[in-house]
């Protein structure tokens, strides 16, 4: 890589490395895990930046990185037998979470989403992006964010019933 | 759930303050970066010298030695113009029958590893196998039983000099099966000659060293005749005809020429001496190829004190079987004796120098005139790449002879010592590579764990 690229290309890690720290932390759960799987997509970046920076948003192009990453670490064999989180309490549902007890209990419930139902919730309602961006980053069709949406709201609501409802009527 | 209620759900979980990134978290990943696409690089760069190396080497090599390779095949049986070299991965006829053979020998070299194979190579197409009967049978002392090829190809008949073995093997080149013929009591049994037909093989039978013929070198030089009925199974002694130094079956199959310690003798299949041959002073019956194909005219040889086997250089006379033992030509040297094409034209097998390689020639009794066949490799394949391969033992199908074509042969050896340990050298790399390849797995994924 030229030095210019090179030096693009740092500047570019560090004002967007906190970010994808963040988005990776709400993908996986756990903050150092979520430092090493933005370390692997910038390293994947860095790779490409010549081309990537010519014809693409970094940007996008990073998240969508990040976010095969976390989806590809999630599938092998150790993600499977150690869980960066606990698995929600049996009586979950019948709590009524506020304060840290209820951002525990969120986090504990995303948990036990399958990895693409979490990443397309965190994706739409924790980064705010659109169906076609989320599409994107997930490397999928619009409908298929659609559907899963649907699933993964489902899913959410069975682990954690009441919790909207009062959570919000109490705001 | 609406969209606005899971987004303000998300928004109240992220009230939290974030920990501190590591410092020089930025830098430490640019520096990681910049190694991750130097190691690539590195090993790319590797791998493609490696595939050029291996590449370059294949091409200049030649095809991979292999068992199981084929020339296209001819319309009649065919000699290759040259034997394959030594391979290691000859599949053996019980695994992979060759159909007829064209030849049988042994291949290789035995001075460290014993590497020599017992070989059958068809007749049809370039089809190379090892006779596994033949091999069950070796010695401690690395030595193979002596074997006998039928006319046709399609049987090979393992004996046993040593008197160890109370069976005769015979195998069928066809499919690969096995038949044991017993012998009783057991003997060591010299394979004189097998009959046009296919039906009868003649065979002596002496007692184990020790007793009462030592023999030369292990190899009795008397013995009785018996002739094996194949169709039966059954093997007739004759011990009338004895001592027995040489058989060889007629071309009608029903007659032999028989040389007994001083004298030779037609005899019949029965057993029956039918009359005396009379032969030059000091010359006996050629072993095993006695007879030419027009059973009028008989091959002999100088006598020696040695067991009439196979011999590697012979003073061949030609002389009237009807007659009074008058030569009808004069003698000719020619080299070990592979059987009759007509009778003006044989085939023999002379050895290259230092005893390694040799042609097979056909040789014209007539005019005198040489012309190769065929030829094995004397290059330095065997013993893993440390020693010139021998020939030995080396039989033709003689009743294949006289219509035999020449096919091109294929070459699926003569690899040159650096070749063979460029190859080791290149397996050791990739064992290297495989095994670094498999620690940085490892080490990745302990570090994902942390």
Redesign the interface.
């Known amino acids: 890589m030229r030095a210019d690229d090179e030096r693009e290309y740092a500047e570019f890690v560090r004002g967007q490395v906190l970010a994808l720290r963040r988005t990776a932390y709400r993908l996986c759960g756990d903050w150092h895990l979520a430092e090493d799987l933005v370390q692997s997509a910038l390293v994947l970046l860095y790779r490409h930046w010549p081309r990537v920076v010519s014809a693409v948003s970094p940007h996008a192009y990073v998240r969508k990185v990040l976010v095969n990453t976390v989806l590809e670490e999630r599938r092998r064999w150790w993600s499977r037998r150690v869980r960066p989180s606990a698995e929600p309490p049996p009586d979950l549902g019948a709590a009524c979470p506020v304060g840290i007890d209820g951002r525990l209990d969120l986090r504990a419930a995303l948990a036990g989403l399958a990895p693409r139902q979490r990443a397309v919730l965190v994706l739409r309602y924790w980064e705010g992006l659109d169906v076609a961006e989320t599409a994107e980053a997930l490397g999928c069709s619009a409908g298929t964010v659609k559907s899963q949406t649907s699933d993964a709201i489902a899913a959410l609501r069975r682990l954690l019933p009441n919790y909207v409802s009062e959570r919000l009527e109490s705001r | 759930?609406t969209?606005r209620?899971?987004?303000?759900?998300?928004a109240?979980?992220?009230?939290?303050p974030?920990?501190a990134?590591?410092p020089g978290?930025?830098?430490?990943?640019?520096a990681?970066?910049?190694r991750?696409?130097r190691r690539?690089r590195a090993v790319a760069a590797f791998v493609a010298a490696a595939a050029a190396l291996v590449a370059g080497t294949v091409v200049v090599a030649g095809p991979v030695p292999g068992g199981g390779q084929h020339a296209a095949t001819t319309g009649g049986p065919s000699l290759p113009d040259r034997f394959a070299g030594y391979s290691r991965r000859t599949a053996t006829v019980a695994k992979e029958p060759p159909g007829r053979a064209v030849a049988t020998y042994t291949y290789g070299n035995h001075e460290l590893f014993r590497t020599l194979q017992p070989l059958v190579v068809g007749a049809d197409r370039d089809t190379y196998r090892r006779v596994d009967a033949i091999e069950e049978r070796r010695t401690d002392k690395g030595g193979y039983p002596k074997a006998l090829l039928s006319p046709d190809g399609t049987r090979i008949l393992v004996g046993d000099e040593r008197g160890d073995a109370t069976s005769l093997v015979l195998v069928d080149l066809t499919d690969g099966r096995r038949r044991d013929l017993p012998v009783d009591p057991p003997m060591r049994v010299r394979l004189f000659s097998w009959s046009a037909d296919g039906r009868y093989v003649a065979y002596g039978r002496a007692p184990v060293p020790g007793q009462s013929d030592p023999g030369r070198n292990g190899t009795p030089t008397t013995g009785e005749l018996v002739i094996l009925d194949l169709a039966t199974g059954i093997s007739t002694r004759h011990p009338q005809t004895t001592p027995v130094r040489s058989a060889s079956f007629a071309p009608d199959s029903r007659r032999l020429a028989v040389q007994l310690d001083r004298e030779a003798w037609i005899v019949a299949v029965d057993g029956r001496r039918q009359r005396q041959l009379v032969l030059p002073p000091g010359r006996e019956l050629l072993m095993r190829y006695a007879w030419l194909p027009d059973g009028a005219l008989i091959a002999t040889v100088p006598r020696t004190e040695d067991p009439p086997y196979q011999r590697w250089s012979n003073e061949l006379a030609v002389v009237d079987a009807a007659g009074e033992g008058r030569m009808v030509a004069p003698p000719v040297t020619v080299g070990w004796m592979l059987g009759w094409r007509s009778p003006t034209r044989l085939v023999t097998f002379e050895m290259g120098e230092d005893a390694v390689g040799g042609s097979i020639i056909e040789v014209a009794l007539d005019t005198g005139e040489r012309r190769v066949l065929s030829r094995f490799s004397d290059s330095s394949s065997c013993e893993y790449g440390t020693q010139r391969c021998q020939v030995g033992d080396l039989q033709l199908a003689t009743g294949l002879l006289a219509r035999l074509d020449i096919r091109p042969g294929i070459d699926r050896g003569d690899r040159p010592l650096w070749q063979s340990l460029a190859f080791v050298g290149l397996g050791f790399v990739g064992l290297a590579l495989a095994l670094a390849a498999l620690l940085a797995a490892g080490a990745r994924?302990v570090?994902?764990?942390?």
Do not use: N, W
């Open positions: 759930m969209d209620e899971l987004t303000t759900l998300f109240l979980a992220d009230v939290e974030e920990p990134l590591p978290f930025a830098e430490q990943t640019v990681v970066a910049r991750s696409v690539r994924a570090r994902r764990r942390r």
